[in-house]
T-cell receptor, first 111, second 113 residues
Framework: KQEVTQIPAALSVPEGENLVLNCSFT??????LQWFRQDPGKGLTSLLL?????REQTSGRLNASLDKSSGRSTLYIAASQPGDSATYLC??????????FGEGTQLTVNP | EAGVVQSPRYKIIEKKQPVAFWCNPI?????LYWYLQNLGQGPELLIR????????DSQLPKDRFSAERLKGVDSTLKIQPAELGDSAVYLC???????????FGPGTRLTVL
């Protein structure tokens, strides 16, 4: 059974800092990995999707990497802003088009 | 382009009462998902539809939960009767096809008293 772990569970940083969120998964037989953002009381917003054949994806200040063989992904946020404060969820897609989520990292960026 | 629409946004009911949630996916998306999210956890898949066919309902508690997707567009998730442990956020998502990027609705927050 696929298990996804996210570290740290919570992170508080001052504005402007670069930061890294970590995601690990137990079964490397994945189709893709997706990073989401969730604001309090809201649904999930897709940030980046990395196919299993890819190593990384970039969107603006966000960069996600994937090392399938070691079962790891990182989400790098450059020059963090207070508006980046949210919970960040990592999810891997395995056979049957099923997404398995981690429990998320709650990020607070202080002005 | 409109995103995934869900209603209601909030629902409070007494235990043993029935409840239903509605989802309208993004236009043209063939695949629709219902997820359950407990506080402080990631979403867990309940059911996945390909058009009008439920292709993965292995994690749906079928004794009290049911779902339908008539005509392969809108979908309804029902709980009857609701239990205290059903209090959670119910999220609907859609994708163009399976194994594609999923887009989520705002969710329905259910409180069972």
């Amino acid at each position: 059974k696929q298990e996804v772990t996210q570290i740290p569970a919570a992170l508080s940083v001052p504005e402007g800092e670069n930061l890294v969120l970590n995601c690990s998964f137990t079964d490397s037989a994945i189709y893709n990995l997706q990073w989401f953002r969730q604001d309090p009381g809201k649904g999930l917003t897709s940030l980046l999707l990395i196919q299993s054949s890819q190593r990384e994806q970039t969107s603006g200040r966000l960069n996600a990497s994937l090392d399938k063989s070691s079962g790891r992904s990182t989400l790098y946020i450059a020059a963090s802003q207070p508006g980046d404060s949210a919970t960040y969820l990592c999810a891997v897609e395995t056979s049957g088009s099923r997404l398995t989520f981690g429990e998320g990292t709650q990020l607070t960026v202080n002005p | 382009e409109a995103g995934v629409v869900q209603s209601p946004r909030y629902k409070i009911i007494e235990k043993k009462q029935p409840v239903a949630f509605w989802c309208n996916p993004i236009s043209g998306h063939n695949t629709l998902y219902w997820y359950l999210q407990n506080l402080g956890q990631g979403p867990e898949l309940l059911i996945r539809y390909e058009n009008e066919e439920a292709v993965d309902d292995s994690q749906l508690p079928k004794d009290r939960f049911s779902a339908e997707r008539l005509k392969g567009v809108d979908s309804t998730l029902k709980i009857q009767p609701a239990e205290l442990g059903d209090s959670a956020v119910y999220l609907c998502a859609s994708s163009l096809v399976a194994s594609n990027e999923q887009f989520f609705g705002p969710g329905t927050r259910l409180t069972v008293l």
